[in-house]
């Protein structure tokens, strides 16, 4: 970078999408990052083309969950 540029920085949200693709299978919990609606919904349209969108929701800073264990994960399995 040349001295004194300003560096933009893009801030990217994920949109949750709720679909029906053409062939009818429903496909929830779909995340796409894009930097606003317009963009994602483009993106969703490259990925399954003819698809229904019966939801879209915008998450921005959501807390994340906490990583499990592997051994919560193997108690999780063995019972």
């Known amino acids: ?19 029906r693709t053409r062939g009818g299978m429903l496909v929830e919990n779909l995340m796409i990052p894009a930097r606003d609606d317009v963009e994602a919904h483009r993106k969703l349209r490259q990925i399954y083309r003819d698809c229904e ?12 969950t906490p990583v499990s264990s592997f051994e919560d994960v193997v108690n999780l399995i063995t019972r």
């Open 1 to 19: 970078m040349e001295k004194g540029s300003i560096m933009q920085v893009h801030q990217v949200a994920k949109y949750g999408f709720r679909i």
């Open 53 to 64: 969108i019966l939801d879209c929701v915008c998450v921005r800073g959501t807390v994340r």
